[in-house]
């Protein structure tokens, strides 16, 4: 296709843009719009894929049939079937009367399925039919009926993914690809950005009766150097909002920054893609590191106990704490952490007082766990005694009211009482 009609293409459908790829994706389009071929249209949110649905059908024999836009993700699941295909009356609670649908409504013409991916498995059965047979039964009905609609499909996730997990149908996905079309994202089309956001910067100084803003030289560098990730409605926002918020219409780097949002850069652990056993089994270099990470969990949790155990240790005044939460310190004991090996198949590990036996059986770990903790009787006495002498010292404080011995000891009275009766105090 000559240079030419593409760019009259462009003009008649408001697309802005000189790159490579999107000159690619227009031509695809004009080349398969008058056929009737089913048509899916790859490419991330916001980035114009709406646009090239239209193109397909205004320059096809169907240009004066109805051209309808359905997003499949915005349609309940309870409702989509009776949206796309119609419904008899009575057919279900609140269908008080008949209602054709979508592709009863659009016979003859085009019907542009956006985030096609989030369409429920009953209904891509259903719409599968219409594909191959252009038939089609309203809910609630038995009749059979016909249609003849092209379908236009658009998706901003990989449905080959999807249909390995088994959230799209193979068949159908297969259908709807006889001629994928790619829409590249806005950060993949070079001084296209420019472009768009001199155009949107001068619609919105005809909408707003403001002079239009422009870009210094720097700012431009660090417009093209933003990734977009919501393509052109993100670079739309941006516009509109510095179109309406700056007094000063010469747009400097240090203005333009405080309106691209920082990219968020996912920095959780993720394990890497790799192929899985049929069944569905998980991998054991996946169970391997799953355990790592909960051994590390421990060991941080472990140390963490033992900083305080040892604080706490070591502070008389805190020893009714200590004591009183001491289940908390069962594992902190001194025990002889030298050896930490990492987790590996049938060797036994020495944890933070733990030894953990893991023996491979069919895949399947055995665990054994043996605590290995001691704690002498000299230093439980020594605990007692210590706390036999700080309640004395709270009565002897407080002139035996037992209600501020206990509020200075951070126990309850009730808690107090107890511990009177344990150690045989009688007040003084």
Same mark, same amino acid.
């Given at each position: ?6 760019q ?5 459908f408001?697309i802005i843009?000189?790159?490579p790829?999107?000159?690619?994706a227009?031509q695809v389009a004009?080349?398969v $719009?008058?056929?009737?071929?089913t048509v899916?249209?790859?490419?991330e949110?916001g980035?114009? @894929?709406?646009?090239f /649905?239209?193109?397909? &059908?205004?320059?096809s024999?169907?240009k004066h049939?109805?051209?309808?836009a ?7 699941e309870?409702?989509?079937d009776?949206e ?6 009575g /057919? #279900?609670?609140? $269908? ?5 649908g +979508?592709?009863e409504?659009?016979?003859?013409g085009t ?6 991916g989030?369409?429920?498995l009953?209904?891509q059965?259903?719409?599968?039919r219409v594909?191959e047979?252009g038939?089609f039964i309203k809910?609630? /009905?038995s ?19 999807a249909?390995e ?5 193979e ?9 994928p ?8 089309r ?6 768009l #956001?001199?155009?949107f910067?001068?619609?919105f100084?005809?909408r707003?009766h403001v002079?239009?803003?422009t870009?210094?030289p720097?700012?431009?560098q660090?417009l093209l150097?933003?990734? #977009?990730p ?8 941006i516009v509109e909002?510095?179109?309406v918020?700056e007094y000063?219409?010469?747009i400097?780097a240090?203005t333009?920054?405080k309106y691209l ?9 993720a394990l890497?893609?790799h ?8 991998n054991?270099s996946?169970?391997?590191?799953l355990y790592?990470?909960l051994?590390?969990?421990r060991?941080?949790?472990?140390d ?14 805190d ?5 009183a939460?001491?289940?908390l ?8 952490? /030298?050896?930490?090996s ?5 060797a036994?590990e020495?944890?933070?007082?733990y ?8 895949d399947d770990?055995?665990e @054994?766990?043996?605590?290995?903790t001691h704690e ?6 020594s ?6 002498e700080?309640?004395?010292? $709270?009565l002897k404080k &407080?002139?035996? @009211?037992?209600k +501020?011995a206990a509020r200075?000891?951070?126990i309850?009275e009730r808690?107090l +009482?107890r511990?009177l ?7 003084m």
């Amino acid at each position: 296709m000559r240079e030419q009609e593409i760019q009259s293409v462009k003009q008649r459908f408001g697309i802005i843009g000189n790159s490579p790829l999107l000159n690619h994706a227009i031509q695809v389009a004009v080349q398969v $719009a008058p056929t009737d071929m089913t048509v899916l249209i790859n490419g991330e949110s916001g980035s114009g @894929k709406e646009s090239f /649905s239209k193109i397909i &059908h205004h320059l096809s024999p169907r240009k004066h049939g109805q051209f309808i836009a359905i997003n499949c993700g915005a349609i309940p699941e309870g409702t989509i079937d009776s949206e796309l295909f119609g419904h008899e009356k009575g /057919s #279900f609670t609140g $269908a008080q009367e008949a209602r054709k649908g +979508y592709f009863e409504v659009t016979n003859g013409g085009t019907i542009f399925l956006d985030e096609i991916g989030e369409m429920p498995l009953g209904t891509q059965a259903r719409l599968l039919r219409v594909l191959e047979n252009g038939e089609f039964i309203k809910v609630g /009905s038995s009749k059979v009926q016909k249609t003849d609609v092209r379908v236009v499909a658009a998706t901003n996730v990989n449905l080959m993914q999807a249909v390995e997990r088994g959230q799209f149908r193979e068949d159908l996905y297969y259908r709807l690809n006889t001629v994928p079309i790619s829409v590249p994202p806005l950060r993949d089309r070079g001084e296209d950005t420019h472009l768009l #956001f001199r155009k949107f910067a001068s619609d919105f100084a005809e909408r707003y009766h403001v002079k239009p803003i422009t870009l210094m030289p720097e700012a431009v560098q660090e417009l093209l150097r933003y990734r #977009f990730p919501g393509n052109i409605r993100q670079l739309k926002n941006i516009v509109e909002q510095i179109s309406v918020l700056e007094y000063e219409r010469e747009i400097t780097a240090d203005t333009l920054r405080k309106y691209l949002p920082k990219e968020q850069v996912n920095q959780l652990p993720a394990l890497m893609p790799h192929d899985r056993p049929a069944d569905g089994a998980t991998n054991f270099s996946e169970r391997d590191l799953l355990y790592k990470v909960l051994f590390d969990m421990r060991k941080d949790m472990n140390d963490l106990k033992q900083l305080v155990f040892d604080i706490l240790s070591h502070q008389q005044e805190d020893s009714e704490l200590l004591k009183a939460n001491s289940h908390l310190f069962e594992e902190v004991r001194p025990v002889d952490n /030298s050896a930490h090996s990492p987790v590996y198949r049938g060797a036994p590990e020495r944890r933070d007082g733990y030894v953990i036996d893991m023996n491979e059986d069919e895949d399947d770990y055995e665990e @054994k766990v043996e605590d290995i903790t001691h704690e002498t009787e000299e230093e439980s006495l020594s605990l007692e005694h210590k706390e036999k002498e700080m309640i004395l010292k $709270a009565l002897k404080k &407080h002139n035996n @009211k037992r209600k +501020y011995a206990a509020r200075d000891l951070g126990i309850s009275e009730r808690t107090l +009482y107890r511990k009177l009766k344990q150690y045989d105090i009688e007040d003084m």
